[in-house]
């Protein structure tokens, strides 16, 4: 099959290298602009495309870039784990159109960040393949699995988990892709109540307010929702200054018997 393939982080390196293993063609890569590109060595390598043929998210908007990809006769769009919303020009240009990854369980939690809200809301984690229409994570569900949260998850390891259990669910499903043999079934079908989610909405989860009431389980579920090993987002203000704050969770004991030291 002949492949556009909008990729980045390890879940696009990983489908670059699966792609060409399978001996289908990408015919094209589009990568994220410079400073958000993860993985792009990788991706570049396995993808085994012509320099030519390679383009950044804002090349997507020159028409000859455009009228380029068309000449190149993809039958389908792969976007694994692309950052940004695809025009319609593009989606249009495969034959048989765009499919995406999306580290949620669709119809919940579209958009960004659904790593995070089943921690505030008790929606379900998981992954879902869908074809790629005019709305955001909206077009018909290929497949999706549930992804059990634990009560040591946070949104870091709810995340990692996402991107091997994504990779597995396409090379599942490629087959029949290819085949044109996969489900295509509309969102609306399915019992979940759709939910979309903005960049800056998790912004309203990073503060807590020292002046407001929490119970036990909402506070460390917040902070389950934000805490990364290498980062804060979370704070409190106190006599002025921030706070930084994150939670380490885990279902054995961490703390070590410290040695008795001698005095000398």
Same mark, same amino acid.
């Given at each position: 099959?002949?492949? $556009?393939?909008?990729? /980045?982080?390890? #879940?696009?390196w990983?489908?670059?290298n699966?792609?060409?293993?399978?001996? !289908?063609? %990408?015919?094209a890569?589009?990568?994220?602009?410079?400073?958000?590109?993860?993985?792009?060595k990788e991706?570049?390598?396995?993808?085994?495309?012509?320099?030519?043929?390679?383009?950044?998210?804002?090349?997507?908007?020159?028409?000859?870039?455009?009228?380029r990809l068309?000449k190149?006769?993809?039958e389908?769009?792969?976007s694994?784990f692309?950052?940004?919303?695809?025009?319609?020009?593009?989606?249009?240009?495969?034959?048989?159109?765009?499919?995406?990854?999306?580290?949620g369980?669709?119809?919940?939690?579209?958009?960004?960040?659904?790593?995070?809200?089943?921690? $505030?809301d008790?929606? /379900?984690?998981? #992954?879902?393949?869908?074809?790629?229409?005019?709305?955001?994570?909206?077009? !018909?569900? %290929?497949?999706?699995?549930?992804?059990?949260i634990?009560?040591?998850?946070?949104?870091?390891?709810?995340?990692?988990?996402?991107?091997?259990q994504?990779?597995?669910?396409?090379?599942n499903?490629?087959?029949?892709?290819?085949?044109?043999?996969?489900?295509?079934i509309?969102?609306s079908?399915?019992p979940e109540?759709?939910?979309l989610h903005?960049?800056?909405?998790v912004?309203?989860?990073d503060?807590i307010?020292?002046?407001?009431t929490?119970t036990?389980k909402?506070?460390?579920?917040i902070l389950?929702s934000?805490?990364y090993?290498?980062?804060?987002y979370?704070y409190?203000?106190?006599?002025?200054?921030? #706070?930084?704050?994150?939670?380490?969770?885990?279902?054995?004991?961490?703390a070590k018997?410290m040695?008795?030291?001698k005095?000398?």
């Amino acid at each position: 099959m002949r492949i $556009i393939l909008f990729a /980045n982080n390890w #879940v696009g390196w990983q489908v670059a290298n699966y792609l060409t293993q399978q001996k !289908d063609e %990408i015919v094209a890569l589009c990568l994220h602009d410079t400073k958000k590109q993860r993985y792009v060595k990788e991706i570049v390598r396995d993808s085994r495309v012509s320099p030519q043929d390679i383009y950044v998210h804002e090349e997507l908007n020159e028409n000859k870039v455009l009228l380029r990809l068309k000449k190149l006769n993809p039958e389908l769009g792969v976007s694994a784990f692309w950052g940004y919303i695809l025009k319609p020009e593009v989606i249009d240009i495969p034959t048989l159109g765009c499919i995406n990854f999306h580290p949620g369980y669709l119809p919940q939690n579209r958009g960004m960040n659904p790593n995070v809200w089943p921690f $505030i809301d008790g929606s /379900n984690g998981g #992954v879902s393949l869908h074809y790629i229409n005019r709305g955001v994570d909206t077009g !018909d569900i %290929i497949a999706r699995k549930k992804i059990k949260i634990l009560p040591w998850d946070t949104a870091e390891t709810l995340y990692n988990k996402t991107l091997n259990q994504i990779v597995t669910l396409f090379k599942n499903e490629w087959p029949k892709i290819k085949q044109q043999t996969n489900k295509r079934i509309p969102q609306s079908r399915f019992p979940e109540v759709p939910t979309l989610h903005k960049a800056v909405d998790v912004n309203s989860l990073d503060e807590i307010n020292l002046s407001k009431t929490y119970t036990g389980k909402q506070i460390i579920n917040i902070l389950r929702s934000r805490s990364y090993t290498d980062r804060y987002y979370n704070y409190y203000i106190e006599s002025g200054r921030k #706070v930084y704050i994150k939670i380490l969770c885990s279902p054995r004991s961490g703390a070590k018997r410290m040695r008795k030291r001698k005095l000398t």
